[in-house]
């Protein structure tokens, strides 16, 4: 089954705009939620997390936003600039209730194109 | 701080052919992955090293993959016999112990393989 879902394979966004990425889950147990971003031809880098008790949590240009009752995140970008232009996964964190390790889940990312 | 190195970049065989992925963890790592992604599709966890000792290995296929983690350090990875659905970018990543979710593991840059 699909834990984390990104419904939107692509995005197209005007560069000094704001770019939204969004992202489902269904697992209540998650306890962090994660931001991915991938060049092509390289390995996913770590960008931005949340914690599953908070709602809100900043990074320069970057914010992610969770609403755990609508089981739900978004990843703010603003402004937006031709660099950001890469594959964006979410992920989310839970230790696995038999072997007790904690492991990350992905969705199926976003193409995030920045238009100049 | 040296990144995950992962070799080869690229690898092609046919169908039915073996091949084996190599990778070397950031120094002091000792939880080791190794993911999967196919074209269009999130990273999925196919096995997790502490150590030497294998943590999670629910999503490895074992009938035709295998996994060491040899005195606790580098890895391999090996796919006999290797099957067209088996062509996918194979990434490596690795955390320190007690890692609680908020930071990411940190991704080699994949080894990617196509069989035909």
């Known amino acids: 089954d699909q834990q984390v879902k990104q419904n939107s394979p692509s995005l197209s966004v005007q560069e000094g705009r704001i770019s939204i990425l969004n992202c489902d889950y269904t697992n209540s147990m998650f306890d962090y939620f994660l931001w991915y971003k991938k060049y092509p031809a390289e390995g996913p880098t770590f960008l931005i997390s949340?914690?599953?008790?908070?709602d809100k949590n900043e990074d320069g240009r970057f914010t992610v936003f969770l609403n755990k009752s609508a089981k739900h995140l978004s990843l703010h970008i603003v402004p937006s600039q031709p660099g950001d232009s890469a594959v964006y996964f979410c992920?989310?964190?839970?230790?696995?209730?038999?072997?007790?390790?904690?492991?990350?889940?992905f969705g199926q990312g976003t193409r995030l194109t920045i238009n100049p | 701080e040296a990144g995950v190195a992962q070799s080869p970049r690229y690898k092609i065989i046919e169908k039915r052919q073996s091949v084996a992925f190599w990778c070397n963890p950031i120094?002091?790592?000792?939880?080791l992955y190794w993911y999967q992604q196919i074209l269009g599709q999130g990273p999925k966890l196919l096995i997790q090293f502490q150590n030497n000792g294998v943590v999670d290995d629910s999503q490895l296929p074992k009938d035709r993959f295998s996994a060491e983690r040899l005195k606790g350090v580098d890895s391999t990875l090996k796919i006999q016999p290797a099957k067209l659905e088996d062509s996918a970018v194979y990434l490596c990543?690795?955390?320190?112990?007690?890692?609680?979710?908020?930071?990411?593991?940190?991704f080699g840059s994949g080894t990617r393989l196509t069989v035909v």
């Open positions: 949340i914690s599953s008790i908070k």
């Open positions: 990543a690795s955390s320190l112990v007690g890692y609680q979710g908020s930071d990411g593991y940190t």
């Open positions: 120094s002091g790592h000792a939880t």
């Open positions: 992920a989310a964190s839970a230790a696995d209730p038999i072997q007790g390790a904690q492991k990350l889940v």
